[in-house]
């Protein structure tokens, strides 16, 4: 389920499975979201701790690795709104509610995170956004949109979904919130277009990203063994290139991943980024898929991989250089 209309993430499922996996085995390469809490005595550990040092601890560590997907995607959505089938309006901030905790960690959610069972709470503010240049902090609770305040009780998550629907729709939103001092301020924001696909970090070892079409997920353990947002960033795009095209609904093969390459090339280049790089790193490491090329119908060669990308890149800097749009071939 796609939670752009309320501007959160699948954050909690994340962090659930950072908190149920870490102490046992890892995830299984696919992601799901259907069990994501597993028993386990490791974990009962975790939430009998009343202190919230390991609830928080793991929540730090989780936060860290999505702060910085949301450092190297943003920049891919904010770029290429003219090359995306689907955008949405972002307020440059994320929200969550008590109940995205399951019961048996609301407790330690609401000492550690200060969360009322009555209120929602932005949850991140991205650098540079909207939100941060309106001055709202991670942990204020919105208490209106646009003059409309968000009633408590049970209709309160579904009545902020369609309000903020609306509100972000506009060129400028006003907002009321209220700091965890209990102090109230209004300030006003711009959204901007975004390409409306979101990424998230699951926890497994293995290196792996995917995407199903709306969301693109990455891997604890890749997000752990890139080395720099560059390279990071032509993995994400890769899976934007995906989604983008519809590949989901295909059926694998080599061509998809090399048009997928390509798209992904675009998609770095109108963000800023570098390309050369980031083709030379997708060359020599590790990343998803590299342990089903050269032996896979569905992937193709790491030569041919690279070839595809030296051949576009060509194409890219030849647009550059006469200062024409850089779109897909």
């Not at 991205?126 to 968000?150: F, K």
């Not at 992904?264 to 963000?271: E, S, Y």
Request: hydrophobic content about 40%; glycine content about 8%.
């Amino acid at each position: 389920m796609s939670h752009k209309a309320v501007v959160r993430h699948g954050f909690l499922w994340g962090v659930i499975g950072l908190l149920g996996f870490a102490f046992s085995a890892c995830a299984g390469e696919n992601f799901k979201e259907e069990n994501p809490f597993p028993e386990s005595s490791q974990a009962d550990i975790i939430v009998q701790d009343k202190s919230g040092t390991d609830f928080l601890g793991v929540l730090a560590s989780y936060q860290g690795m999505n702060d910085r997907l949301e450092r190297v995607s943003a920049p891919l959505r904010l770029a290429n709104v003219e090359l995306c089938p689907k955008t949405f309006r972002d307020p440059g901030f994320t929200t969550h509610i008590l109940d995205d905790y399951p019961e048996r960690l609301r407790g330690m959610a609401r000492d550690v995170l200060n969360l009322s069972p009555e209120a929602i709470y932005v949850r991140r503010v991205r650098p540079g956004s909207p939100a941060e240049r309106a001055d709202i902090q991670a942990g204020d609770q919105v208490v209106s949109l646009n003059g409309r305040v968000i009633p408590s009780g049970l209709t309160m998550d579904r009545f902020y979904a369609a309000l903020s629907r609306d509100a972000f729709g506009g060129t400028k939103t006003r907002l009321t919130l209220k700091t965890p001092k209990g102090d109230h301020y209004d300030t006003s924001l711009q959204p901007q277009t975004a390409c409306d696909y979101d990424a998230s970090v699951f926890y497994s070892e293995e290196v792996n990203g995917h995407t199903d079409g709306e969301e693109i997920f990455i891997s604890s353990g890749l997000m752990q063994f890139v080395p720099d947002d560059n390279s990071l960033a032509m993995i994400v795009a890769h899976e934007m290139g995906h989604a983008i095209a519809g590949h989901i609904n295909q059926r694998p093969t080599a061509e998809l991943e090399l048009e997928a390459d390509r798209m992904a090339l675009v998609l770095m280049a109108n963000a800023g980024y570098d390309i050369a790089v980031a083709i030379n790193y997708w060359a020599k490491a590790v990343h998803p898929h590299r342990k089903l090329q050269d032996n896979s119908e569905s992937h193709p060669s790491i030569e041919a991989r690279h070839e595809n990308f030296q051949k576009e890149h060509v194409r890219i800097l030849s647009l550059s250089e006469r200062d024409e749009t850089l779109g897909f071939q």
